[in-house]
């Protein structure tokens, strides 16, 4: 079957997570990317938070397949040749070094554009332009600066980060449309053009209701959040606990086990429609036409005591029995999943999400799949590249050199020391 990328090569300076997760997602959809890392280490990743020694980690596994790896050195003259002689034959250059960097290897986007006109230079940064424009970025940073962290949490806690990785794998997210649309725009233009996604921009989007929130805040207090009615709101939109981000009130209820299981919990919707069946299935009857229950404005001073009384009857279940009898009444729910129950959900495996992977120096290990599915364009996942894999390939296939020019560059240091083989 044909890919929705193919015939789309990609120059990959990326490392870390932001960069590395767009280059991932274009790799699955077809792109043939071509991962630059330097000779020695490659991206820090691979050394970090491992857990079998000499082993590349997870972390950089799990980012990095279906991509080749080339090792070059950026400020040696023969690498720079090889990086623009790749420049010359690649759709798109993606990278996300700290602000300045690619400039000081001498690749400005003058020079980019001069290269190569056609090339789409794409970007992650932390910032975009403004005060903090100059700064490195990492994930929970950008949570912070994006608005997240200060939404996130309890009322009387401090400001919280969240696992989802909204900063780097969600700044990746919206780099890969932003290329996939400078791709379908040269189409008609001839032209490249330069595509940036700062970290907090991203974030900000993601969390684009709690500037609803704060703006709804100058007109009352937000009914819906826990701190109504007898809390105090302030000038900025306070952390709202587990409550719904949406119309419909929500929260984390307890479920059967919930003492010794830190997972055995639900997510229960109080969506209106179903408010009757609600009341039905949790033992409360008169609450349908109790003027203090039966209409949802009447319920949000109550939600508080609602839930509890709710969760007298989800801890009488277990969250997978709740769900059963709840989704039976349409009752919007859903299980608080820990990652080892994630790891063995058989429909995770059989639609791809979740995949077993062989790596030939870490063995089988698990990683998520494209959650991108589509009818004419399937994803299969294949191991990350060792360091430099690829190098004499693509060298050979890509470049089309020859093997004298290949021995000089080598010669000159520019690959680094001797590549490893790749040993399947
Ligand atoms: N050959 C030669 N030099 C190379 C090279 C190669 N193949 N690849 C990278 N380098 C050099 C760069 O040129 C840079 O050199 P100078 O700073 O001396 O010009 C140097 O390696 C380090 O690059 P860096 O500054 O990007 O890396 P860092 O570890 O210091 O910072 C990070 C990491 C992520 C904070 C920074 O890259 C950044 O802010 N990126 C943008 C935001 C981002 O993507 N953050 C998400 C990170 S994931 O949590």
């Not at 009322?155 to 990785?165: R, S």
């Not at 001073?301 to 839930?307: E, G, Q, T």
């Not at 994630?342 to 990683?367: F, M, N």
């Not at 021995?407 to 490893?420: N, Q």
């Amino acid at each position: 079957m044909s890919k929705a990328l193919d015939g789309v090569k990609i120059l990959d300076f990326t490392h870390v997570q932001s960069g590395p997760t767009c280059t991932q997602l274009l790799a699955w959809l077809g792109a043939d990317v071509i991962k630059v890392e330097r000779p020695g280490g490659g991206d820090i990743t691979r050394g970090q938070l491992r857990d079998i020694p000499d082993v590349d980690s997870l972390y950089f596994t799990m980012l990095n397949h279906n991509k080749r790896s080339i090792t070059i050195d950026a400020r040696n003259p023969q690498g720079k040749a090889v990086i623009e002689a790749l420049m010359k034959t690649c759709d798109v250059m993606v990278e996300n070094f700290a602000p300045g960097a690619l400039d000081r290897m001498g690749f400005t986007w003058e020079r980019i554009q001069q290269i190569n006109p056609r090339i789409i230079l794409a970007s992650v940064k932390g910032f975009g332009p403004g005060p903090y424009e100059d700064c490195k970025v990492y994930e929970n940073v950008a949570q912070c600066a994006g608005g997240s962290a200060s939404t996130t949490g309890f009322d009387d806690g401090p400001p919280l980060v969240t696992g989802a990785q909204i900063g780097d794998s969600g700044t990746g997210l919206h780099l890969a449309l932003g290329i996939v649309s400078a791709l379908f725009q040269r189409v008609t233009t001839g032209r490249g053009q330069k595509v940036l996604c700062a970290m907090q921009d991203g974030v900000l989007n993601l969390c684009r209701v709690k500037l609803r929130d704060q703006q709804r805040l100058a007109h009352g207090p937000l009914t819906e959040f826990p701190q109504y009615p007898g809390g105090e709101f302030g000038e900025a939109v306070p952390r709202a606990g587990n409550a719904s981000g949406g119309g419909q009130p929500g929260w984390i209820l307890k479920c059967k086990g919930w003492e010794t299981d830190p997972n055995a919990y639900i997510y229960f919707i109080a969506q209106a429609p179903v408010w009757e069946a609600i009341c039905d299935v949790i033992g409360k009857p008169e609450w349908k036409t109790d003027p203090d229950y039966a209409k949802p404005p009447a319920r949000l001073p109550r939600l508080k005591a609602i839930f509890d009384t709710i969760e007298q009857w989800t801890m009488t279940k277990t969250k997978f029995e709740a769900m059963d009898i709840l989704n039976k009444y349409d009752i919007p729910c859903g299980p608080i999943l820990s990652m080892k129950e994630i790891a063995e959900e058989q429909s995770l495996r059989a639609t791809g999400t979740v995949v077993e992977v062989d790596h030939p120096t870490r063995g089988k290990y698990l990683t998520v799949g494209n959650p991108i599915k589509m009818s004419d364009s399937a994803s299969d996942v294949r191991r990350s590249p060792l360091l430099g894999e690829h190098t004499d390939e693509v060298l050979r296939d890509v470049l089309r050199f020859d093997e004298k020019r290949i021995a000089a560059i080598k010669a000159s240091g520019a690959l680094g020391g001797p590549m490893r083989a790749a040993a399947e």
